[in-house]
């Protein structure tokens, strides 16, 4: 157990830290243009290791089709979109403070989606996740840039909802595939979802103004955004509990701050760390869940 515990916790430090890094190379390179990149180095390293481990699948059930496409459309599609988009307008600092409302966002969903119990800890994780990032949200220091501010921090939470629809259907399919499989579907999918935008893209875009040093980042980003950390989540929700899962995404706003601080130079104000508290209570409340605490809600 603890070893997909350590397995899920550096998946999200990764995604985490990705935030920051995916900001700098979109300052360079367009969204659409550069996640097909990240994709197809993806599938370069991993179609040649799906043949080599004896995993190559060549058929797929319905039920594996409808639901990994609906993982590639909302975790990968949707949530690359919204969070490379938001991180334009926003800080890395704050996108990083508002993906941890992740767990929340999951018992929310499980309810709606899963028809799941909400108990009273997951009502005060959602008003924790809310004041937090109300918080954030008008941290700007002119109405001008909070404006900008709210677009993207709105876009940023966008992709929090898709992050935690990602969660729910990759329980769909633990144990039917194996997390190589799965990394591979996923990619190969999102690949075919953005082709159509990155190759419009593509053709007006000037590729010689892109530094060699984003080069270097985009293979990066696609090595451990792309490859890494799906492998390290699938291997890890496996064992555990989707809810307590939930818990580890926590690792995002943490990894996602000290990388904005520590390299990119962006200011952590006491609206921040207040805003991070908030969200990191609801982490705790809303993960912390007793068998016999009342039921607040139940949906029929």
């Not at 990759?170 to 591979?184: D, M, Y």
Request: glycine fraction near 8%; charged fraction near 10%; aromatic fraction near 14%.
């Amino acid at each position: 157990m603890l070893l997909a515990y350590f397995q899920l916790a550096l998946s999200m430090a990764l995604v985490g830290i990705n935030i920051s890094i995916g900001k700098e190379i979109v300052s360079h390179i367009p969204v659409f243009l550069f996640s097909e990149l990240r994709f197809l180095i993806a599938l370069l390293i991993l179609l040649p290791l799906l043949s080599m481990r004896g995993e190559w699948k060549s058929s797929w059930s319905k039920e594996e089709g409808v639901v990994l496409f609906w993982q590639s459309f909302f975790g990968v599609f949707l949530f690359s979109i919204c969070m490379l988009y938001g991180v334009k307008w926003t800080t890395a600092t704050s996108a990083g403070i508002i993906t941890s409302t992740v767990p929340a966002c999951i018992a929310l969903l499980s309810f709606w989606i899963l028809k799941e119990k909400l108990l009273r800890n997951s009502l005060w994780a959602i008003l924790l996740s809310v004041c937090g990032i109300g918080l954030i949200t008008f941290s700007g220091e002119s109405q001008e840039l909070s404006r900008i501010s709210m677009l993207g921090n709105l876009l940023v939470f966008l992709a929090v909802i898709s992050e935690a629809l990602f969660t729910i259907f990759a329980k769909r399919l633990s144990g039917k595939i194996t997390p190589f499989q799965k990394t591979a579907a996923i990619n190969g999918i999102s690949f075919v979802l953005f082709l159509p935008f990155a190759i419009a893209e593509g053709l007006s875009f000037s590729w010689g103004s892109v530094p060699a040093a984003t080069w270097l980042l985009v293979v990066y980003y696609a090595v451990t955004a792309s490859v890494l950390s799906f492998f390290l989540w699938y291997k890890g929700v496996a064992k555990v509990d989707a809810s307590k899962a939930g818990l580890f995404t926590g690792m995002m706003p943490i990894s996602a701050a000290l990388v904005a601080v520590l390299f990119l130079g962006e200011g952590f104000t006491w609206l921040h760390a207040i805003g991070m508290l908030c969200v990191l209570g609801s982490i705790y409340i809303g993960t912390n869940t007793n068998d016999k605490q009342a039921v607040v809600i139940a949906k029929d």
